[in-house]
């Protein structure tokens, strides 16, 4: 069965600090790795990952994927209260033509002043 | 370019009644998937449409249906409601085949009573 596994689940830190978001996946036929950003309601597209070891970065965001151990990590530096949502993590997979996305249970980041 | 739509934002049901949910994808994408959301299970993929056809279905009992039109509104139908039910639920639309990034809508937040 598909899983995809986030940690933690919960962070409280402090404004400034920087924080490490873990993301590990067991997807077959995986096609590419999503992180999301949820405030609100819709979750926002942070990030799409699909080769291993190439660092994306936009901003004081940064992420990168282990296709060998199946995991993605998701950096945030100098955090600021508008960091404060929850992070979702998302395997894509391709089946028969068709996408699917498989959901980690999400971390939720709280930045406090 | 507009994004996706979800209609209503807000309903409250009772147990037993249906409901039906409503998407508009953004203009040009043909594919438009659902999601549960829930604190404890997470975001949950419940089915995909793409011209009007379902091309993966993920694990809910036969009272989740859905359908898709021709202009690829899409709307999703569940039957007999029960507590247990009560989540946001989420629509996203993507261009065409996987590999092309989703894009979320606000979401509809149904509450069973």
């Known amino acids: 069965e598909d899983k995809v596994v986030q940690s933690p689940l919960s962070l409280v830190v402090h404004e400034g600090d920087t924080v490490t978001l873990n993301c590990s996946y067991e997807?077959?036929?995986?096609?590419?790795l999503l992180w999301y950003k949820q405030e609100k309601k819709a979750p926002t597209f942070l990030f799409m990952l699909t080769s291993s070891g190439i660092e994306k970065k936009s901003g004081r965001l940064s992420s990168i994927l282990d296709k060998k151990e199946l995991f993605s990590i998701l950096n945030i530096t100098a955090t600021q209260t508008g960091d404060s949502a929850i992070y979702l993590c998302?395997?894509?997979?391709?089946?028969?033509?068709?996408?699917?996305?498989?959901f980690g249970q999400g971390t939720r980041l709280t930045i406090n002043p | 370019k507009a994004g996706v739509t979800q209609t209503p934002r807000y309903l409250i049901k009772t147990r037993g009644q249906q409901v039906t949910l409503s998407c508009s994808p953004i203009s040009g994408h043909r594919s438009v998937s659902w999601y549960q959301q829930t604190p404890g299970q997470g975001l949950q993929f419940l089915f995909e449409y793409f011209s009007e056809t379902q091309r993966n279905k993920g694990n809910f009992p036969g009272r989740f249906s859905g359908r898709q039109f021709s202009n690829s509104r899409s709307e999703m139908n569940v039957s007999t409601l029960e507590l247990g039910d009560s989540a946001l639920y989420l629509c996203?639309?993507?261009?065409?085949?996987?590999?092309?990034?989703?894009?979320f809508g606000p979401g509809t937040r149904l509450t069973v009573t």
């Open positions: 997807v077959t036929n995986f096609r590419s």
């Open positions: 998302a395997v894509e997979k391709s089946i028969q033509g068709a996408q699917k996305l498989v």
């Open positions: 996203a639309s993507s261009f065409q085949e996987p590999g092309f990034l989703q894009y």
